[in-house]
């Protein structure tokens, strides 16, 4: 029988603690492929965050640190600064990135800081019980928001990649989806670019930001999570490369 | 370089640490440290080492956080309200158990208080300062010389013991110009740190983490630190004392305070006033024992503070009700004078005793 398909090394082989139909798999998925097929995992660190994926050290197999709430791209730059030699990614999710860590995410890019940045967004915050994000999209119903959230109290939705990409010190910056896998294979793609970006010394900060479903506190099945990406994030989030 | 050379505080510090191998410094301008990263932006790529501005306090002690991650000695520095910031960073570097230096040249508080000498950070230095269940080693050097001695010592400990290690200076040490002698010492015999984030290369993967979530974890994560910190207690304590075999009264002061204290004691016992004084070097580990030890014959403490009271409590819980603790502070960026300290010292005296 041939082998069309198999785990990447990098990937470990264990039991998953993500909820049904959460996009956080695919996207550990993704980036262990392209730490294999760039062969860097013995010089890779990857940095979680706080949130679901503060376990991504169970499911990725390189050198991983777990640090505070918004803070990664400070941890990071103090790695990449003092091990040019290295490859430094971090992982972070829309509360940790777009909310309280909008300082750290900014200035980073702003000095032009040599990471890759995986930047998953889901519209929530996930494992604190489904509460409004700043990229909850109006009207959506989150555990802060029971009537759906409002321009008036709540703002609006706020674009981070748009923001970075003004930053000259952000190279390259693209919105991606899991939603089919037409979508996860261009998704491959940005995330290893971003890393390539890096590999090759590239001068600045490159981040792949991932419309991801979380299907639990959508309150939608697994399949109605992956269209709602499709038919309402998107029209928030347009898909594309917004830098580089 | 071993020649007596004058230098401020602050930049005698940043020598020291770069003297001491420090491969990065992270910091944020705050008044009255500024000399510090001044100084470290010039002479850390003059040694082609690691100087980044960062946007606030919270990333320098997290871009601290990330090169210790990785085994490199880093340090930031601050006064009060960035070490305040710095906080939560601090907890994490002791849940992770990473070394890191952190200098806090105080200034007064609460708030943004003003920029004059104090010593009211204390509490936040030896109670831990962040959330959780954990400590710093904390020094309270009094001299620009002292400051520069117990550098390299700061590195070592944190390296050897996985913690952070607090420096509490002031604005006094931080702008006054010194003698002082620089020299690099010898390292102590250091663990290899294996724990490191340096690529998983021919090994299995590094976890550098703060999180124990399966029951009973965080308890036994809590338990091994707390034997580490016992550890530090045991052997880490250093304290000066002066004249105390025969005093009435032992004055209990650190740092810059210290230095008035001295000045006060000697004018006493020109007086024939029988008053020595214990200085804590280490603020943590407290000098406990000595102090415990004093109070053992019938005498009288004071402990002279720039602040409302903070070390006097860790002075009475060495006594533990043996003898009367007095406190003389003056908080808000006030500096206690000679002379104040020396009507305490004669208020305090027991005129029965002395006539014998």
């Known amino acids: 029988m041939k082998t069309v398909f198999t785990r990447t090394p990098t990937l470990k082989d264990c039991p998953t603690h993500y909820c049904p139909g959460c996009g956080h798999g695919i996207a550990h998925r993704l980036i262990a492929e392209t730490i294999d097929e760039l062969g860097i995992r013995g010089r890779t660190i990857g940095i979680a965050p706080v949130g679901c994926a503060v376990l991504a050290y169970n499911y990725l197999d390189v050198d991983m640190v777990e640090v505070a709430h918004g803070r990664p791209p400070a941890v990071a730059t103090g790695m990449k600064r003092t091990n040019p030699d290295k490859i430094i990614f971090s992982y972070q999710g829309d509360g940790d990135l777009a909310a309280i860590g909008t300082a750290e995410i900014i200035h980073a890019a702003h000095r032009g800081e040599q990471i890759t940045v995986i930047f998953i967004n889901n519209a929530v915050f996930g494992m604190t019980g489904g509460q409004m994000a700043p990229t909850t999209v109006l009207g959506q119903v989150t555990a802060t928001t029971p009537q759906g959230r409002q321009t008036t109290s709540e703002g609006y939705p706020l674009q981070v990649s748009e923001l970075l990409a003004l930053l000259p010190g952000a190279i390259y910056v693209e919105r991606c989806s899991v939603y089919n896998p037409a979508q996860i294979r261009k998704t491959k793609k940005a995330i290893k670019h971003a890393f390539e970006l890096q590999v090759s010394g590239a001068q600045g900060l490159s981040l792949v930001e991932v419309l991801s479903p979380c299907p639990v506190y959508w309150r939608m099945t697994p399949v109605k999570a992956m269209e709602w990406i499709e038919n309402e994030m998107t029209k928030v989030f347009p898909l594309g490369r917004l830098k580089g | ?356």
């Open chain 2, 1 to 356: 370089m071993s020649e007596r050379i004058l230098m401020c505080g602050n930049e005698a510090l940043a020598e020291a640490a770069i003297i001491a191998g420090v491969d990065a410094y992270f910091g944020y301008p705050i008044t009255p440290q500024n000399e510090i990263p001044a100084y470290m932006s010039r002479r850390m790529p003059e040694e082609g080492r690691v100087f980044v501005q960062s946007e606030s306090e919270l990333a320098a002690i997290n871009m601290v956080f990330g090169a210790s991650a990785t085994g490199k000695r880093a340090m930031t520095t601050s006064s009060s309200p960035g070490i305040s910031l710095m906080q939560e960073g601090i907890s994490y570097l002791a849940g992770a158990e990473l070394p890191a230096v952190v200098v806090n040249v105080m200034r007064g508080g609460p708030g943004l208080g003003n920029i004059a000498p104090s010593q009211g950070d204390y509490f936040q230095a030896t109670r831990g300062g962040g959330h959780g269940d954990y400590r710093t080693i904390v020094f309270g050097p009094s001299s620009v010389q002292e400051l520069v001695n117990c550098i390299p010592l700061a590195f070592d400990l944190a390296d050897e013991y996985r913690m952070t290690v607090v420096v509490l200076a002031d604005g006094i040490l931080g702008q006054m110009m010194e003698p002082i002698v620089l020299e690099k010492k010898p390292r102590r015999k250091l663990p290899a740190k294996d724990w490191a984030l340096t690529g998983a290369k021919d090994r299995e993967q590094n976890i550098v983490r703060s999180l124990w979530l399966p029951e009973g974890a965080l308890e036994k994560h809590n338990y091994k630190l707390k034997a580490k910190y016992e550890q530090v207690q045991k052997n880490e304590v250093i304290c000066e004392q002066y004249e105390v075999d025969d005093a009435e009264i032992i004055v209990v002061a650190y740092g810059v305070a210290a230095r008035i204290v001295r000045g006060a004691v000697n004018k006493a016992r020109e007086e024939g006033i029988k008053v020595g004084w214990i200085r804590p070097v280490t603020l943590w580990p407290f000098p406990t024992e000595q102090i415990s030890k004093a109070a053992d014959e019938l005498r009288i403490f004071l402990t002279v503070e720039m602040s409302c009271g903070q070390m006097v409590e860790d002075v009475k819980l060495a006594i533990a009700g043996k003898a009367p603790v007095v406190l003389y502070g003056r908080p808000g960026g006030s500096i206690p004078t000679v002379e104040e300290i020396l009507d305490k010292i004669k208020q305090l005296t027991i005129p029965t005793k002395r006539a014998k």
